[in-house]
């Protein structure tokens, strides 16, 4: 990640949307385990630290690193009352 950043100029942003590791982990494990069975790039679920790190040299844009559904929801009903495995998140390099 570092080696990507490094490449783009002050001011640009980097937006991540990444499986989760550690919300619903016995279905995330299943889920994980049958699809990377079928593919040929494998997907990786990662916890929120580990999301997280990604993040690390760069200013998260508000509400930081959270499930999709609660990053920015609209006038709709985004489901806050439910887990969803997919963590997302929006940084600027400063």
Wanted: charge should be negative; aromatic fraction near 6%; hydrophobic fraction near 35%.
């Amino acid at each position: 990640m570092a080696r990507l950043v490094d490449a783009v100029p002050p001011g640009s942003y980097l937006t991540i949307a990444h499986p989760a590791s550690d919300v619903a982990t016995d279905q995330m494990a299943t889920s994980m385990r049958n699809y990377n069975e079928h593919v040929t790039v494998p997907l990786t679920a990662r916890s929120h630290d580990e999301v997280s790190a990604f993040f690390a040299d760069l200013d998260l844009v508000e509400p930081g690193l959270v499930q999709l559904h609660r990053w920015r929801a609209g006038t709709g009903d985004p489901g806050n009352d439910r887990e969803l495995a997919n963590y997302g998140g929006v940084g600027r390099k400063p």
